[in-house]
C-alpha cells in the first residue's frame, strides 16, 4: 500500500481508524519506557517525569502516553515555537529540535522538550515529541529550581528553539554549551543521548505503521482522528450554550494568600476561560507561563467534559484561555517560572470550582503535597557535584465516587515517588522515615487521602533549596467535606535547634541534620457520616 492514495479519497472507515490511533498510541508509550530505561537522572528513571506524543506536520497533538497532564498539554506550545522557527520543507530525517524555555512554550528550564520530524516514502507527516526533566541545568541553585530566583536567568540555561541533531548526530558545539551549564554535565549529556533514541525509534515504528497502511492513509487517519473529536466536543458544548460559572481559589505562596479566579463560558459551540481577576506576577518563582496554564485548562476538560473523546488538538481548537499578561498565570518576562508546577495544583483547584455546575460527578475536593524540595552540594563517595530534588506529594482530594489516594501528586502532575533506595544509592542522604501521615486526610463521607512523612539525614553538607506548598492554608473539602491538614517542613539540626520552613527559602544543611517533612493531606467530599450511622 506504499504510495496509494486511494484511502485519501474518501473517509477511513472506523476499524482502520481506530487500529492507527492505536498504532500511534503504542508508540508513544514505547518512547516512554525506552526513555525511562535508557536516562540516568533518578527524576526520569524513577520518578518518571517524561511524556511523549505523536503530532501532525503542523504541529498539533495527535496522540499522547498519558503521563504527566501538564507535560501533553505544554508540549503543543512548544511544537508551535519549533516550527515558527524552522521551516517544515527543511527538515531532513535525523533532524531533531530541542527547547526548554518557558518563553517559547516550555514548561519550566528543567523540562526539555526534544521534537523530531517523522517522514515516510520521504514527506513530512508529522513529529515525534518527548518531554523530559532534566535534574540539573544549572542557575543558581542545584536542580536549577531557586527558591530566591527574581528573574528567569537566575534559574538556568534557557533555549530557544535549536536543531539538536543532522541525521541523528548531535551538533558538537550545542550539546558542550548544554553540558556546560549543568552540575551534573554526564547526567545532561546521558538523557539527552536518551532524548535522541526515542525520537529514532518512533521514526523507525512509523515507517512500520506507513508499510501497513500506506503514507496517505496515515495522514488522511491524522487528520480524521482531530476532526472527530472537534466533532465531538462541539457537540458537547452546543448543548450547554449560555452556560457561566465561575471558580476561585487561594493560592499558599508562602503565608499570603494569593488569588486564582476563573470564569467559564460557552459560546454556541466555543468554550471561553478567563482568569480575570486573578493576582499578578509575583517576585519569586512562583508563577506560571501561559502554556502551563493552558494545560490546566485541559486537563480539567479531561476529566469534565470531555472524558469520553479521544484527547487531542481537536478539543483543544475550540477552547480560549485568556489569562491577563502579568498576572501569575501569564507573567511577563523575564519573570521567574520554576514553580509553574506549584501553582498550577491552585489553577486546577479555582477549575473544579467553575466546572463543577457542569459535571458535578467528576470534581475533586482540593488534593495535598508539599511543594518542591531540592537539594545539591558535593558527593564525598564521588567527589562530584550533585543534584537532587524532589517534588513533594500528598493526599488527593476526595470526589463523590472515591475516597482520595495516599502519597500521591496532585492531579495535574502524575509523577512516582524516588524509592528510599535509589536515593541512598547515589546521594549522600539517608531516609530514615517514610510512611503515612495517619491524621492527615479531611473527613467526609469521602475521605481525603493521606499524605506522608519523609525525613532526611543529611551525610554530607548541602545547600537546599525549599518551594513550600500549602503549608498556611489547608486542602479545602467539599460539599461540607473537611480540610486536610497542612505541609510542615522542619531542619532538626545536630545542636538541637530546629527551623521551621514555610515559605519560599534556601539554607544550609550541614552533615547529620535532619529534614523532617510532613505533607498536606486531601480534602474531604461531602459530610461526615456519624460513627453511630457509619
Not at 75 to 103: H, K, Q, S, W
Not at 165 to 182: C, F, G, H, K
Not at 372 to 398: I, K, M, W
Amino acid at each position: 500500500m506504499g504510495g496509494s492514495t486511494s484511502a485519501a479519497m474518501h473517509e477511513l472507515d472506523p476499524v482502520t481508524l481506530e487500529l492507527i490511533r492505536n498504532s500511534l498510541l503504542s508508540v508513544s508509550e514505547e518512547m516512554s519506557q525506552a526513555l525511562v530505561r535508557s536516562s540516568h537522572s533518578p527524576s526520569i528513571k524513577e520518578r518518571k517525569d517524561c511524556s511523549c506524543g505523536i503530532y501532525t506536520a503542523d504541529g498539533e497533538m495527535a496522540v499522547q502516553a498519558e503521563h504527566i497532564p501538564i507535560h501533553l498539554g505544554v508540549m503543543p506550545f512548544a511544537m508551535r515555537a519549533i516550527l515558527a522557527r524552522y521551516p517544515r520543507d527543511e527538515m531532513r530525517p535525523g533532524d531533531t529540535f530541542l527547547v526548554n524555555d518557558p518563553y517559547h512554550g516550555a514548561n519550566h528550564l528543567p523540562d526539555f522538550i526534544l521534537a523530531g520530524p517523522l517522514f515516510i516514502e520521504g514527506e513530512l507527516v508529522g513529529f515525534a515529541a518527548s518531554l523530559a526533566h532534566h535534574n540539573d541545568v544549572g542557575g543558581m541553585a542545584a536542580r536549577s529550581m531557586p527558591a530566591a530566583a527574581r528573574e528567569i536567568f537566575q534559574e538556568g540555561l534557557r533555549i530557544p528553539p535549536v536543531r539538536l541533531t543532522r541525521d541523528w548526530q548531535p551538533d558538537e558545539a550545542m550539546t558542550r554549551l548544554i553540558v556546560s551549564n549543568s552540575r551534573t554535565p554526564d547526567e545532561r549529556l546521558a538523557d539527552l543521548r536518551a532524548q535522541i533514541a526515542v525520537a529514532k525509534l518512533a521514526q523507525q515504528r512509523l515507517i512500520e505503521i506507513g508499510q501497513r497502511y500506506g503514507r496517505a492513509t496515515i495522514l488522511r487517519a491524522l487528520k480524521e482522528l482531530l476532526d472527530r473529536s472537534e466533532a465531538a466536543f462541539s457537540k458537547t458544548l452546543k448543548s450547554l450554550h449560555g452556560h457561566v460559572s465561575y471558580g476561585q481559589t487561594e493560592a499558599d505562596f508562602g503565608g499570603q494568600m494569593v488569588p486564582i479566579k476563573v470564569k467559564l463560558e460557552v459560546q454556541e459551540d466555543r468554550l471561553v476561560v478567563d482568569f480575570a481577576g486573578t493576582a499578578r506576577q509575583t517576585d519569586s518563582p512562583f508563577n506560571s507561563c501561559l502554556s502551563n496554564t493552558c494545560a490546566c485548562v485541559f486537563m480539567a476538560l479531561r476529566v469534565t467534559l470531555a472524558g469520553d473523546i479521544p484527547p487531542n488538538a481537536g478539543l483543544y481548537r475550540l477552547v480560549d484561555v485568556r489569562a491577563p499578561e502579568g498576572s501569575i498565570v501569564n507573567p511577563k518576562y523575564p519573570a521567574a517560572i520554576s514553580a509553574a508546577t506549584q501553582v498550577s495544583y491552585h489553577t486546577f483547584d479555582a477549575l473544579m470550582e467553575a466546572f463543577e455546575p457542569l459535571a458535578p460527578h467528576a470534581i475533586y475536593a482540593e488534593s495535598g503535597g508539599g511543594g518542591v524540595f531540592s537539594f545539591g552540594g558535593l558527593n564525598p563517595r564521588t567527589d562530584q557535584l550533585f543534584a537532587y530534588g524532589e517534588a513533594l506529594g500528598g493526599g488527593s482530594g476526595a470526589s463523590p465516587d472515591s475516597e482520595g489516594q495516599c502519597a500521591v501528586m496532585p492531579p495535574v502532575s502524575n509523577l512516582s515517588d524516588t524509592p528510599a533506595e535509589a536515593v541512598e544509592l547515589s546521594m549522600p542522604v539517608r531516609i530514615e522515615r517514610y510512611e503515612l501521615v495517619r491524621t492527615s486526610g479531611g473527613k467526609g463521607f469521602r475521605k481525603g487521602g493521606l499524605g506522608f512523612r519523609r525525613v532526611f539525614r543529611m551525610l554530607a553538607p548541602v545547600r537546599a533549596s525549599f518551594q513550600i506548598s500549602m503549608g498556611h492554608r489547608a486542602p479545602r473539602g467539599r460539599d461540607g467535606g473537611g480540610n486536610g491538614a497542612t505541609t510542615s517542613i522542619r531542619i532538626v539540626r545536630e545542636s538541637g535547634q530546629v527551623d521551621v520552613i514555610d515559605s519560599y527559602v534556601e539554607a544550609d544543611i550541614a552533615a547529620g541534620d535532619v529534614v523532617w517533612i510532613e505533607t498536606a493531606g486531601g480534602g474531604g467530599y461531602g459530610q461526615p457520616v456519624p460513627e453511630a450511622s457509619s
